[in-house]
């Protein structure tokens, strides 16, 4: 069972930063927040991932709560291609991954 | 120079039939997994092995047979193939380091349709 919690979907603007939420609020202490996405057809595809602190590469930037109750994905320009469903997880990271419904997000030209 | 590669990418069987989806990793990982993405598209593992040894298996039937040859190679096994078995599955690899493990690479995926 998924213990995160993501709107169901989202749209936002070609070239804008999009900021994806995610809840957690039953994370524990040793549990890390992994970011990962679904193209149309694809294999999922890992973006990010953090503990405590935020973290930022080519990809995104993750903003971790200071409670660690929840967390943001930022992607600073979104391209038509960052379309995708993306799912936030959290793991003792061991890739026992629980994937949920995921947030399709829909970027609009 | 595909990382992690299964064959084939689709597979139409008749109920009852045997069939093996294979997987292969060049990323010189040593722990792979088989994931299942039902239709609701719902993605849940159902298999990892590391260097060879299996550790995890989630309550999957065991008409579901994985086989590891060597650490770069897991395929899976369907025995007496149901309508319920169709879905997308996929296959990922990564690194163990220390008590934990790098992202997950995951393969396309192989769209098994039973009719």
């Known amino acids: 069972d998924a213990k995160t919690t993501q709107p169901p979907s989202m749209d936002c603007a070609e070239g804008r930063a999009a900021n994806l939420p995610c809840n957690h609020s039953t994370i524990s202490g040793n549990e890390y927040v992994y970011w990962y996405r679904q193209i149309h057809s694809q294999g999922p595809q890992y973006i990010i991932h953090?503990?405590?602190n935020n973290e930022t590469n080519e990809m995104a930037s993750l903003i971790i709560t200071e409670d660690r109750k929840s967390s943001t994905l930022i992607l600073p320009h979104a391209t038509l291609r960052d379309t995708a469903v993306y799912y936030c997880i959290v793991s003792q990271g061991n890739n026992r991954l629980a994937f949920g419904k995921g947030n399709q997000v829909v970027v609009i030209p | 120079d595909t990382a992690v590669s299964q064959t084939p990418k689709y597979l139409v069987t008749q109920m009852g039939n045997d069939k093996s989806i294979k997987c292969e990793q060049n990323l010189g990982h040593d722990t792979m997994y088989w994931y299942k993405q039902d239709s609701k598209k719902f993605l849940k593992i159902m298999f990892s092995y590391n260097n060879k040894e299996l550790i995890i298996n989630e309550t999957v039937p065991n008409r579901f047979s994985p086989k590891s040859p060597d650490k770069a190679h897991l395929n899976l096994h369907i025995n007496s193939l149901e309508l319920g078995d169709s879905a997308v599955y996929f296959c990922?690899?990564?690194?163990?380091?220390?008590?934990?493990?790098?992202?997950?690479?995951f393969g396309q995926g192989t769209r098994l349709t039973v009719v």
């Open positions: 953090g503990l405590k």
């Open positions: 990922a690899s990564s690194l163990r380091q220390g008590s934990r493990d790098t992202e997950a690479f």
